[in-house]
């Protein structure tokens, strides 16, 4: 098997060629080829591969621990993204994708977030429904030097219901109840990867920066998110029915355009559970 990668841009992005559903298992070294490559461009897409959902999560074991917590579907390991209700209970909470997240800011317990995340579509919707994303190291990297040390110290506030709040502004009582019931996490803004990279940890769930004014931390948050997905930063994937798309969590922030509620759009989700904090 011969894997070819094109680059999409400088940002965030890549053409993965050269391989089908069954050589990802029994190729060894793909595996190794996924995970690099996705150190290196950060968002890896494979057009038309026609993943089953099985191969899907076997292959993901081949990149580390997967979450298997029920995902509304009979296969292990998958998770369903529909809006549809009689597919997905949960489907409420998916309209905060619509905005721009790192998967894994806000856990229940202490987890760490997603390594990465693989993502396949079943069906797509008619109009929007694409996925957007962005590299937050080169965001890092884009700094200036003064700007590296004023963000060094600076920590965060996380929450599930800053993200919820962008979608829905005036919450029942029964709605805030349950966002508050999920846990507020710290972060460092910029996070410090043991692989010696910086990036830096932004997105919906940022509630406010600790011991800065309300105002200027919201500034300055929304600043920061500005910069890390300015147009020409951005990789914006539209699907097609069978394409598979994985990407680094650690690195990337992502977001779905808005689509219809009762879309027929549906993707079948893997998670690689994550092996660092933010730190």
Known sequence: MTITIDRFSEGVGAAVTGVDRAQLLADHAAAATVLAALEE???????????????QVAFCRKLGE??????????????RVSLDTTKNSSANYLRATFDWHIDGCTPQDDAYPQMATMLSAKAVAATGGETEFAS????????????????????????????????????????????????????????????GR????????T???????????????????RRCTAPDRVYRHEWSVGDTVIWDNRGVIHRAAPYAANSPREMLRTTVLGDEPIR
């Not at 910086?198 to 769930?205: E, I, N, Q, T």
């Open 41 to 55: 461009y950060g968002v890896l897409v494979f057009r038309g591969l026609h993943l089953d959902p099985e191969t």
């Open 66 to 79: 997967i979450d298997t917590e029920p995902g509304h579907h009979p296969v292990e390991g998958i998770y």
């Open 136 to 195: 937050t190291y080169k965001a890092y990297d884009d700094l200036t030097e003064s700007e590296r040390t004023r963000l060094a110290s600076l920590r965060v506030v996380h929450s599930l219901e800053a993200s919820q709040r962008l979608v829905t502004a005036e919450p029942t009582p029964e709605q805030l109840a349950a966002w508050r019931g999920r846990p507020s996490k710290e972060h460092p803004l910029v996070w410090s990867h043991k692989s």
């Open 198 to 205: 910086r990036s830096l940890v932004l997105g919906a769930s």
């Open 207 to 225: 509630d406010h920066v600790v011991g800065m004014d309300p105002g200027e931390s919201r500034a300055l948050l929304d600043d920061l998110l």
